[in-house]
């Protein structure tokens, strides 16, 4: 872990100072979130350097309350001036807003922040010379470059850095702060068939420290692997057939169940999933967790946008709703307790976040599914965003392969998948043993029926 | 109003800037500018009739960038210290490995349009009228239908002051007022509940939500499509006739044909489009613009990012491929014109060919006279949102608003689907094209590498003889 600087002195120092004057200035409550940042970038494509990009930031938010009215506001003018105006136009921003019973930051006895090292934060990420991260990038590309004769052109290989310190400040007291750190790698070949159609795909690896990121050639490999599957992919006919959703596409619909549980959405009656609590919502196969809590997860930190310690909380037991996503207000409003996922960036009023996000795995391989299927589809990748989570109706764009007696055959494209979240989540078939962390939310494959193919 | 904004407030002088661009081009490189940028923002919004959440910044910051050959080196800073943006420009200026460029530094205004002569900015205006806005939203939309039980309305506006100085004699100042509204609003009825979404904006003052485009033109449209998606049935699956509304349905155009033609993806040769300069792509009864001149509109610009003038280019002339958007990376590698499509978001980002407002030229069918050629289609007139694979063409735009059409009539409302197509060829079955061309209402945001910018679309009454539609019943 880092040791202390004078940098994160002054930041927390600079965060209980903003809350001070705003406490000063006839706030009866504030909190103040400053986020400093660093990010470097590379793209290598055809083996030349595209672009490098280097830089830094630093800014801060307030929220004030005078009394049940609230507002807030961000400035990256740091200076004294800057932050004066800010906190004076938050207080003035108040005055003109309606008086909410349920506003207020979280009681003195929620706030604190889960101890120990999170083992979030390597500085090993920033280690690398200009040189050496551009051959990162060169590597990943290449080795997708490499793979195939068919694959004659490429998006670019790419590696980019950043570390990101986080500190919040409010009227009880409260002072927390931590850091993150993430690289990552990435490739994105083109591939060209006879008839000069083309294909890409990508592939990445992301970690909070450069000794877990998976190798560039490894990444190249399988960047290569997934585009040359496309190629020669056609329509196929409408119909109904069981569908298995690789890793990258389950996750997208398990994001849906978590925008769906979003207490913000909850409260204001815009989730299907409205007023559910305790109700069958999914099969007795679903279990899904949230957990800001686990070791290095991109979804973990000490506290959340509020100060209240992350947690974990079993979100969908057996198929049964067991609780919302909540922050303090969304809670209030709903009668029950935060869930300590307050979520915000430097602007605007605090929202929900996940921390890791997950449905419990199964026990069969991926392969071993697909081995069961006579005619089905395998999807690979959605296009577009054709969901309401009002109604639960779910259309979209997909790719992927065909499954015939078994096994994987020809690739498939321009198609939609539809159905309803509401009849999809009780209706998936098995649950593969593949859960794999490549981001805050993961999702195991998954096989789910009744849904329509539509193409031709 | 804002000459010599920045020069002002930051105490810039014209031998800083020498200065910047200098250090800049200090291991060689073809070009370097200085993007500066300061915008003050504003937002409101009502939620269960109470003004919930109001929030209002400031950012700033220069984004510094070096080009040589086809590389990019890229620094900003959000601290307009004159140490720190010479660092920002010594970072940058390792993307060139020779000897030392001098540039040449014209500190004279380039031409540029006047399309959003803006008296006061909607950011200044007072924050009671703001809020007056969204209430007034907030009342049409619960007096629209009594099933209506739930509205958001939401305000934001800002305004962003640029300055963009490249080593080449660039040099552009502008102020871009942005103001939007928006309505979500949920009807139920029994167990049934049903969303509607509506809004609007441009670069214009607040007036226009007075005189123009109201809040309650906002508030209703918002319940009514809410009200009508409670009726709605399964929509069907498969190829059929689609019939497009006017307006925000040109998204069609954006996804299909327009990021496609966007000139980085076709000098990397990675879209569908590469090599089809000259081809067609389309009936001949389509001609399809990209216009960042319209007066007023979000997705217009008297200056692109990187200090040029805005254009109207014609990407579709009768069916023909005419033009790429560019860039002045794109344009000097691939010696197009340059169309003064170099957009970014924020200093944070490097410029790239981005759409402004795409829309199709009015054709000479009656609307009426197209849904009465459809035996049995879709007819859609709002969409959400859409995506496009550019390198094998695909795309696809989610209807929230559809009928079926059945023997030439509009009958029953149908859930929402996505249609998918192949942007190549999409345009080459569009058979009948109204005289009703419209633009959006200005809502429309592009995402492109991580990058969002407003946006504009439009276009008239269209026929596509064949799509595939994602629904969930049966095509018969």
Known sequence: MATTTLTQIDLKELAADVVRRAMRMGATAAECVVGEGSEFSTAVRLGEVE???????????????????????????????????????????????????????????????????????YDDVYSLSTADRIDYARRAEKAAMSADPRIQNSEGGSFDAATGRKVLANSHGFVGEYQRSYCSVSAVPIAIDEQGKMQHDYWYSMSRTLKKLES???????????????????????QRVPIIFDQQTSRSLLDHIFDAVNGDAIYRHASYLTGKLGEKIAGGNITVIDD????????????????????????????????????????????????????????????????????????????????DIKEGLYVTEFLGFGVNLVTGDFSRGASGLWIHNGELTFPVEEITVAGNLKDMWLNVAEIGNDLEWRGAVACPTIRIEGMTVAGE | MDKRFFFEKYGLNDKDVERYLAAALSAGGDYADLYFEYVTSTALSVDESMVKSASQGISAGCGVRVVAGERTGYAYTDDLAPERILHAAKTAAMIASGPAKTPVVNLKTNLRHDLYPVVVASVDAEIRQKLDLVMRADRAARAFDPRVKEVRASYADELKRVLVIGSDGTYAEDSQPLTRMSVFVIAKSGETSAKGTSGGGGRHALDAFLLE???????????????????????????????????????????????????????????????????????????????????GRRGSLNVDDEGNPTSNTVLIEKGILKGYLADKLSARLMGLPNTGNGRRESYEHIPMPRMTN???????????????????????????????????????????????????????????????????????????????????????????????????????????????????????
């Open chain 2, 358 to 476: 795409t829309y199709m030229l009015a054709g000479e069918d009656l609307p009426e006279d197209i849904l009465r050629s459809v035996k049995r289609g879709l007819y859609a007139v709002n969409f959400g949102g859409g995506q496009v694979d550019i390198t094998n063409g695909k795309f696809v735009f989610a209807a929230s608003e559809a009928y079926l059409i059945e023997d030439g009539k509009i009958t029953a409302p149908l859930k929402n689907a996505t249609l998918i197509g192949n942007g190549p060829d999409v345009l080459t079955r569009v058979s009948m094209v109204g005289n009703d061309l419209q633009l959006d209402e200005g809502v429309g945001t592009c995402g492109k590498d991580g990058q969002s910018v407003p946006v504009g679309v439009g276009i008239p009454t269209l026929k596509v003889d064949r799509m595939t539609v994602g629904g969930t019943g049966t095509a018969e």
């Open chain 2, 213 to 295: 485009k109201t809040p309650e033109h906002f508030a209703r449209e918002a319940a009514r499509q809410s009200i009508i998606q409670l009726d709605a049935r399964e929509c069907p699956a498969g190829d059929m006739e689609v019939v497009l509304g006017p307006g925000w349905p040109g998204i069609l155009l954006h996804e299909a044909i327009g990021h496609g033609l966007e000139a980085d993806f076709n000098r990397k040769k990675t879209s569908a489009f590469a090599g089809l300069l000259g081809k067609r792509v389309a009936s001949d009864k389509c001609t399809v613009v990209d216009n960042g001149t319209v007066p």
């Open chain 1, 216 to 238: 560039p050639e490894e990444v190249g490999r399988i960047a290569a692997e997934r585009t040359l599957r496309r190629l020669g992919a056609r329509k196929v006919k409408t």
């Open chain 1, 292 to 371: 800001g809590t686990i070791p290095g997860g991109f979804g973990t930190s000490p506290f959340d946008s509020e100060g209240v310690p992350t947690r974990r909380t079993v979100v969908i037991e057996d198929g049964v709703l067991k609780s919302y996503m909540l922050n303090t207000y969304t809670a209030k409003k709903l009668g029950l307790a935060t869930t300590g996922n307050a979520s915000r960036g430097l602007a605007g009023t605090p929202g929900i976040g996940n921390g890791n996000f997950f449905l419990q795995p199964g026990t069969r391989t991926p392969t071993e599914m697909i081995a």
């Open chain 1, 51 to 121: 672009t490098l990009k280097e830089s830094g930031s630093k800014a801060l938010g307030v929220r004030v309350f005078l009394g049940q009215h609230t507002a807030n506001t961000s400035t990256s003018d740091l200076s004294t001036e800057g932050i004066d105006q800010m906190v004076r136009s938050a207080i003035e921003l108040a005055k003109v807003t309606s008086e909410d019973p349920f506003a207020g930051i979280p009681e003195a006895s929620q706030l604190g922040q889960i101890p120990g090292d999170l083992d979030l934060y």
